[in-house]
């Protein structure tokens, strides 16, 4: 099964503060995502990578940045924290291969982030 | 831009009875359809898709849901909801590369 990985469950941070959010996964796939999700707005796509050291904007970058120097490895940075960023964020992956019809997000279990 | 619609953000039914979860999307060309399933604690599961053929599509733990064009729905339904079905579930519409989800609904099963 595949293996979606972040590092933190819950982190709590300091207005100011940069933060990172780390996600692995095990199953070499290309596409990596980086999601919000706040109650009654559902998931809100803030930043995807289809490659190494390749990223795509989504709806919601403002604030954020990110990080792929690695094909498993995806990395979220908030330069400087604010208390509109406390949210659950979650990564996923997926792959291409086979086809869109085939593709699959996984995600991973979520880090609960609360900025004081 | 594409989005989508859950119109209720919480549903409670009780176990054994059937449900009936609502999904409106809005997008331009033929949509990717999917509904996925948060529980407790967990990371978001896909329950099923739709891409082409079928409008009625069959998913894991005996749920199903139906693509409407012509309503621009895509809801989500069980015949008989077992308590291991409270979860949050979202609906959500593929433009591209992003994946654009609804809001979500809470479904809360009472014994």
């Known amino acids: 099964d595949v293996k979606v990985t972040q590092s933190s469950r819950y982190l709590v941070k300091r207005t100011g503060e940069k933060v990172f959010l780390e996600c692995v996964q095990d199953m070499d796939h290309e596409n990596m995502f980086w999601y919000r999700q706040d109650p009654g707005l559902g998931l809100r796509l803030i930043y995807f990578?289809?490659?190494?050291?390749?990223?795509e904007k989504g709806d919601i970058p403002e604030g954020y940045s990110v990080s792929r120097e690695k094909k498993e490895r995806f990395s979220l940075i908030l330069e400087s924290a604010s208390t509109n960023q406390t949210s659950m964020y979650l990564c996923?992956?997926?792959?291409?291969?086979?086809?869109?019809?085939?593709?699959?997000?996984?995600f991973g279990s979520g880090t609960q982030l609360s900025v004081l | 831009a594409q989005s989508v619609t859950q119109p209720d953000i919480h549903i409670t039914v009780s176990e054994g009875a059937s449900l009936e979860l609502r999904c409106n999307y809005s997008?331009?060309?033929?949509?990717?359809l999917f509904w996925y399933v948060q529980s407790p604690g967990q990371g978001l599961q896909l329950l099923l898709k739709y891409f082409s053929g079928d409008t009625l599509v069959q998913g894991i733990k005996g749920f199903e849901a139906e693509f409407k064009r012509s309503q621009s729905s895509f809801n989500l339904r069980k015949p008989s909801v077992h308590w291991s079905d409270a979860a949050e579930y979202f609906c959500?519409?593929?433009?591209?590369?992003?994946?654009?989800f609804g809001g979500g609904t809470r479904l809360m099963v009472k014994p």
């Open positions: 996923a992956s997926s792959s291409p291969a086979g086809g869109r019809a085939n593709e699959k997000l996984f």
């Open positions: 997008y331009g060309a033929t949509p990717y």
């Open positions: 990578s289809y490659d190494v050291k390749m990223k």
């Open positions: 959500a519409v593929r433009a591209g590369n992003m994946l654009t």
